[in-house]
């Protein structure tokens, strides 16, 4: 979830190459920012303590947190939660989580905190700061000099939810203040 691994993301978006080469780097820039200043804001607003617990701030703003005992893949790739904003529902995959977990290093708890802060981060942008994939749009349709439609870039609401993740986890993390 850092900003390296994030850059993938954009890679293997399937409207990557319909963004101009030149542009490529500060539309990255732009998400990453995005989830930065998010992030930065949340944190500024609630006078938090170094530990911020994600299943309850997602309680608190009234999303129902449903937990499935199973490890979710579909196509190959492998789902931790998701999220249905207007439902105001998460769902957990507890088997994804855990190999989520192992493979990073993290306990059960720190490590479902660190993904459901990524999902608070897709609730922000539906219920408060808008879209971050429609930050940069493309044509739906390209044949030659033709363009038709115009679509958003789905990897750069992933990269400002891993940008918030990050942020947010650097926060928790920090050495304390010597005063």
């Known amino acids: 979830m850092d900003k390296q691994t994030s850059r993938a993301l954009l890679e293997q978006d399937y409207c990557y190459h319909k963004i101009e ?67 105001k529902k998460e769902y957990i995959y507890t088997k994804s989580v855990r190999i989520w977990c192992e493979n990073n290093g993290f306990e059960f708890e720190e490590g479902l905190n660190i993904l459901l802060s990524h999902e608070y981060f897709h609730y922000l942008e539906w219920h408060e700061i808008g879209l971050t994939s429609k930050r940069y749009l493309v044509p739906m349709l390209q044949l030659g000099k033709l363009r038709l439609g115009k679509t958003g870039i789905a990897a750069l609401s992933e990269i400002g939810a891993n940008a918030f993740a990050d942020t947010c986890y650097m926060y928790m993390n920090r050495p304390p203040s010597i005063s």
């Open 21 to 87: 080469e030149s542009a490529r780097e500060a539309v990255f820039e732009d998400a990453w920012k995005v989830g930065e200043e998010t992030a930065w804001r949340f944190l500024d607003s609630r006078s938090l303590p170094a530990h911020i617990s994600f299943p309850d701030i997602l309680q608190e703003n009234g999303i129902a947190i449903k937990y499935f005992d199973k490890d979710y893949i579909v196509t190959n790739r492998r789902y931790f939660c998701e999220l249905y904003p207007k439902e």
